[in-house]
């Protein structure tokens, strides 16, 4: 009983902070492609524009959702439900942290027993295969929507997205095969605690320091294959506007428009965790604890807290002068509060795992502001001459080494 | 709770299987077909055979299927008209019993008796321990099934390019 209702609070815990972190994901790539390309981005709805995605949800929900007399109707509606459902699922397996252990609290009547579990909705044998299994299905949504769209320039996009992720599957899975060779487990919990401990003191365990230029070689390799699974710059040829309109969902307006929207910037988030967890050590810290790497989340909250109040000093706009203050006060409470071992020590593996996982969101981003769209054959003779012979011969020089070594 | 969900998913799959045939669009068909996968890998996974299940999305529900769905936008395949062969309408139902009938002959009388199987039970299904089996027991069979996937593959290259020329 006590393991339905935790399992309950853990799935209702971790779809809030899912949905809010993929709005908010929004709002951070609008902010920083804004700044590549000096503009300031959204700043009218609420400070620094922080309450735009909510806005943008209100304006997608209260949209007409209409529906083209053309299409069929039935793949039609199915294709957002597809695409939301598969790129949703596989947070299930992924672990964000060690595990939370909350004492036993007595209120009078209510008697709530002590609870230790994992931070991880469900820890499959199979985790890896798992994900790779269901992100490829995926791409029914895609496909769907660009046929039943009943439009050549939908169709031309689903045609597209299938070639491209049926072809970028090969060498990303070889490319996760590689360094799950040395980590010996599918489990996404077994591949973070093979990557525990330090080389010689200071270098962590991580998969990419470990079979030494080999895993390096998977995590680009991982990485490429990734932007091209979840559409983006520089390979969202589905999409391309200026070829094919908005390439699949050129006919979905209103909340089927967001849900492929929410499908992609969820693909992404799992993309990223995925990666954290495989080549980056999830939540092992990058330098070891008597170095004080507990301490460096408060140090940088204090930091935040110090540019805030510099700013304050010369606002951009009068309003600043008093907001920005409160936000640094904030942030030097944060720091602070990171600062007591009780509530610091099993907060730390969450902090390490987000900040890697953002790192590589934050690329993502960068990229998509700084280099231009492949042409179709490139991005086909890319993945067919170049990635996945390099992967083939990475993954057998990989294994050649792990059994010497063995 | 093992039986109840093994009769979902196996009613899942049949219901599926039904409508892969009743159907008569294509892309239908081939969708009702990743349903069967979907279902078969449900079934695998509550046997215990981890890796099969997960094996069967990504090789056939994540790889095979979306380039059947892929050839089929690509030809832009329509709605199939349906014949007037009328002797299959009356010989169909028969010829279908007098099938099930040997089938369910042959499971009652010819096959040794089965004990009853507990979910649960079977815990050989890890990629361990299959990898270990494909590369000890059945390396010869899995070395010459590697071979002969790499034939097909070149034999469907060279009558693919006899067809452009």
């Known amino acids: 009983m006590t393991f339905f209702i935790v399992s309950i609070i853990k799935a209702a815990v971790v779809a809030f902070v899912l949905l809010t972190a993929l709005a908010y994901l929004q709002w951070l790539e609008r902010k920083v492609l804004a700044h590549i390309q000096l503009r300031v981005g959204p700043r009218r709805v609420g400070p620094h524009g922080l309450l735009q995605p909510l806005a943008d949800v209100i304006k997608l929900i209260t949209k007409e959702d209409m529906m083209p007399s053309h299409v069929n109707k039935v793949f039609w509606f199915l294709a957002p439900f597809i695409a939301v459902l598969f790129s949703l699922i596989p947070i299930a397996v992924i672990p964000f942290g060690t595990e939370l252990s909350l004492p036993a609290i007595n209120l009078g009547p209510v008697h709530i027993p002590a609870i230790t579990t994992a931070m991880q909705l469900t820890d499959l044998n199979i985790g890896v295969l798992f994900i790779l299994g269901i992100s490829g299905l995926g791409v029914y949504g895609v496909a769907l929507a660009g046929w039943s769209s009943n439009n050549k320039y939908s169709l031309l996009g689903g045609l597209r997205s299938s070639a491209q992720m049926i072809s970028y599957e090969l060498p990303m899975a070889m490319a996760i095969a590689a360094p799950l060779l040395a980590l010996n487990t599918l489990s996404f919990r077994g591949i973070v605690d093979g990557q525990a401990g330090f080389f010689f003191g200071f270098l962590p365990k991580w998969t990419i320091f470990q079979v030494f230029p080999f895993n390096i070689i998977s995590f680009i390799l991982f990485i490429i294959a990734a932007f091209a699974e979840t559409n983006r710059v520089p390979f969202d040829l589905p999409e391309a506007e200026n070829e094919l309109v908005a390439g699949f969902h050129t006919e979905y307006g209103s909340m089927k428009f967001a849900a492929f929207f929410m499908a992609e910037y969820c693909n992404m988030v799992t993309i990223s965790c995925v990666a954290t967890l495989l080549f980056l050590g999830g939540w092992h810290p990058p330098f070891p604890a008597q170095y004080g790497s507990s301490f460096l989340p408060s140090l940088v909250m204090a930091g935040a807290g110090v540019l805030c109040f510099l700013h304050a000093m010369s606002p951009a706009r009068p309003l600043d002068r008093f907001t920005l203050p409160v936000v640094g006060v904030a942030f030097f409470a944060l720091a602070g509060v990171f600062l007591i071992p009780a509530v610091a020590l099993p907060l730390m593996p969450i902090i390490w795992f987000s900040a890697k996982a953002l790192v590589i969101l934050f690329v993502y981003i960068w990229v998509r502001g700084t280099l231009p769209r492949f042409r179709y054959d490139q991005l086909m003779r890319f993945a067919w001459t170049f990635m996945f012979p390099v992967a083939v011969v990475n993954l057998f020089l990989t294994g050649l080494v792990v059994a010497l070594m063995a | ?165």
């Open chain 2, 1 to 165: 709770m093992d039986a109840l969900l093994f009769m979902i998913f196996a009613a899942i799959a049949v219901v599926c299987g039904i409508n892969l045939v009743v159907q008569t669009h294509p892309i239908s068909s081939a969708l009702s077909l990743v349903g069967v996968m979907g279902a078969l890998a449900a079934l695998y996974l509550l046997l215990g055979g981890e890796f099969i299940a997960a094996a069967q999305l990504v090789v056939y529900a994540g790889a095979i299927m979306v380039l059947f769905v892929f050839v089929i936008m690509l030809l832009n395949a329509g709605t199939e008209h349906k014949g007037h062969r009328t002797w299959a309408k009356y010989a169909g139902v028969p010829l279908l019993l007098v099938f099930l009938g040997i089938i369910a002959n042959l499971i009652a009388n010819r096959l040794p008796a089965s004990e009853n199987v507990v979910f649960g039970q079977f815990t050989k299904g890890s990629p361990l321990e299959i990898g270990r089996a494909l590369f000890t027991t059945y390396l010869l069979p899995f070395e010459v099934t590697s071979v002969l996937i790499l034939i097909a593959i070149l034999g469907a290259i060279v009558l693919a390019r006899k067809e452009i020329d």
